[in-house]
């Protein structure tokens, strides 16, 4: 499973546990403009000065989603990006307070992935790289400019190099 399904699983299960209910005319199109947005930010921020950090921090649940840059960014796409082009009322705000759930949702994905009994920066690296379908590759390739079939096709050897070239940098830092 790559990071757009994690993402999307969570948005479906957050949006469905919260009640609300999506017009079936642009279910699609609002489902996939949260999920697009929070990847969106995850990718926007991997490409900042301590924006791992900031997403090591989000995802193992040590900063609260609510108040959270990268929350506040995926806010900020969603309200530019589908909202402003979409006419949804008051359910738009329903759905812009969601987004901190959507992310404290994302929490846990990042554990210790080394066995040295904390979380650090190689286990963000790891959990990234790791797993079917690249998380880091599916990042790499978002920011890079791919489209999902460069995530899935290409991000598996994006993630290994990356991995590899940061890994073999921060090899002694923990």
């Known amino acids: ?4 399904d994690i993402i999307l699983n969570q948005v479906t299960k957050s949006v469905a546990g919260g009640g609300i209910q999506i017009p079936a005319n642009v279910q699609q199109q609002v489902l996939g403009g949260l999920s697009d947005s929070i990847l969106g930010s995850l990718t926007k921020t991997a490409a900042t000065p301590g924006g791992l950090d900031l997403i090591k ?4 649940g040590q900063s609260d989603a609510a108040s959270s840059p990268i929350t506040a960014l995926a806010g ?3 309200n530019k990006n589908i909202l402003s082009k ?4 008051a359910l738009g705000g329903s759905l812009l307070a969601f987004i901190p759930k959507i ?7 990042i554990k210790d992935q080394d066995g040295d009994g904390d979380v650090d920066l190689n286990d963000v690296l790891l959990t990234l790289k790791g797993g079917s379908g690249s998380i880091l590759g599916s990042v790499l390739g978002s920011a890079l400019g791919g489209g999902k079939s460069t995530q899935s096709a290409g991000g598996s050897v994006l993630g290994s190099i990356a991995g ?5 940098i921060l090899g002694g830092k923990k």
Do not use: Q
């Open 1 to 4: 499973m790559n990071l757009s």
């Open 57 to 60: 921090g989000l995802l193992t």
């Open 76 to 78: 900020n796409l969603f």
């Open 86 to 89: 979409l006419n949804l009322g």
């Open 103 to 109: 992310m404290g949702g994302l929490k846990g994905i």
């Open 164 to 168: 590899s070239v940061l890994g073999g």
